[in-house]
Each structure stands twice: as structure tokens, then as C-alpha cells.
């Protein structure tokens, strides 16, 4: 079935660890995206990618790092996590910004 | 201060009842409205879309309606069922601004 697949589904980390969410899609879409999501606030984007080899900041980059090496895979880096990084995080893409964003079924990170 | 407010926060609504769920927002112009459903413990799926020249676009029992003067976009259902439970999330384009969301719970 075409979509989005996030990897680990959730994980538990020790603060100050390196954590890599992975992020695949198979529908060729250029655009891709990460959020976080938290109780009671909007989905906030972290990084975008409007096509393979270009990477953006969103509203709150800072403690993450992505790259976008080919069109299918889209991974965030949490360099040393800290419990603040304790979230949801949800990868999406789109075949351009206009059309509509499909996302995966998140990541549950929890920071210790 | 989030630029996308929605409300209400969360509501109940007997399964086959109609319910309007809104969203104000404070930047303009944008390119897109989005509303999007989330079932809990899944992501977001897309409902509509609508350009900043359009008021209103449907999908199903899902209606979108956008007041560009009033900067108000509002999501109606229409004869609720139970698979309707769900957080519904309005979004402008401008930023990728997300609202909080709106819970909603059909009840039978």
C-alpha cells in the first residue's frame, strides 16, 4: 500500500543521546515535511524539503538536523536529545505545496 | 501566539446530528485553507483544500466554508456517524500555521 512509513513507531531515550527518526515514502511526492505535535498545541514544523537535495527550517528547528539524499527517504536527527524533545513527531509529503500533505502515523519519542 | 485559533475545543454530538466546527485565522493572503481530520493515534488525513478565491468545497458530508473579509474558515458535518470521532485541524498555508484542533465525539 502506498504511503508514508515512520520508523520506530515509539521509542523511550536517555537525554543526551543521538536519535534519527526515519521517514519513507513511496509516492514519489517531492515535497516532505517534519512536525512535532504536543498536548494542546498545533502540529509546529520542524524541517521541510521541497525536492530531493534542498532542505529548509521551519518554526522550531533548533535541535534538529534532516537531509534529503533521494526523493524517498527524509530523516530527522535529535543530535543530543534533551526531555523538552519529548513529542510526536509526524513525517508528511506532498507532490508540491499545493496539493495535499499525506502523513505517516508518527513517531512517540519520550526523552528521560 | 498561534496565527490559526479554532473553537470550539472539543464537543459531543448524537450520531446523525449536524455540528460547525471554526477557525479563525490572522494572516492573509495565503495560498491555501486546509482541513484535516486525525483519528486519534494516527495522522492527519486531508479533507479540502480551498484557494484564497474560493468560499466553499465539500468532501462527502464534510463542507468547508472561507470568509476572507473576516478571516473565518468553518467546517461543517453533516449527519455525524461514529467514525466522525476525531480531532479536525484547520490550517493556513501561510507557514504551515496548524490550529490546536477541534475534538470531536459522536455519540449513538
Known amino acids: 500500500i502506498a504511503g508514508i512509513t515512520q520508523a520506530p513507531t515509539s521509542q523511550i531515550l536517555a537525554a543526551g543521546r543521538r536519535m534519527t527518526l526515519r521517514c519513507t515514502q513511496d509516492?514519489?511526492?517531492?515535497?516532505m515535511y517534519w512536525y512535532r505535535q504536543d498536548l494542546g498545541l498545533g502540529l509546529r514544523l520542524i524541517h521541510y524539503?521541497?525536492?530531493?537535495?534542498?532542505?529548509g527550517k521551519g518554526e522550531v528547528p533548533d535541535g534538529y538536523s534532516v537531509s534529503r539524499a533521494n526523493t524517498d527517504d527524509f530523516p530527522l536527527t535529535l543530535a543530543s536529545a534533551v526531555p523538552s524533545q519529548t513529542s510526536v513527531y509526524f513525517c508528511?509529503?506532498?507532490?508540491?505545496?499545493?496539493?495535499?500533505?499525506?502523513f505517516g502515523d508518527g513517531t512517540r519519542l519520550s526523552i528521560l | 501566539k498561534n496565527q490559526v485559533e479554532q473553537s470550539p475545543q472539543s464537543l459531543i454530538i448524537l450520531e446523525g446530528k449536524n455540528c460547525t466546527l471554526q477557525?479563525?485565522?490572522?494572516?492573509?493572503?495565503?495560498?491555501?485553507l486546509r482541513w484535516y481530520k486525525q483519528d486519534t493515534g494516527r495522522g492527519p488525513v486531508s479533507l479540502t483544500i480551498?484557494?484564497?478565491?474560493?468560499n466553499t468545497k465539500s468532501n462527502g458530508r464534510y463542507t468547508a466554508t472561507l470568509d476572507a473579509d473576516t478571516k473565518q474558515s468553518s467546517l461543517h458535518i453533516t449527519a455525524s456517524q461514529l467514525s466522525d470521532s476525531a480531532s479536525y485541524i484547520c490550517?493556513?498555508?501561510?507557514?504551515?500555521?496548524f490550529g490546536a484542533g477541534t475534538t470531536v465525539t459522536v455519540r449513538a
Open positions: 509516492m514519489r511526492h517531492n515535497a
Open positions: 490550517v493556513n498555508d501561510y507557514k504551515l500555521s
Open positions: 524539503s521541497n525536492t530531493a537535495g534542498t532542505t
Open positions: 508528511a509529503s506532498s507532490e508540491d505545496s499545493n496539493q495535499p500533505q499525506h
Open positions: 477557525c479563525n485565522y490572522t494572516v492573509s493572503p495565503f495560498s491555501n
Open positions: 480551498m484557494t484564497f478565491s474560493e
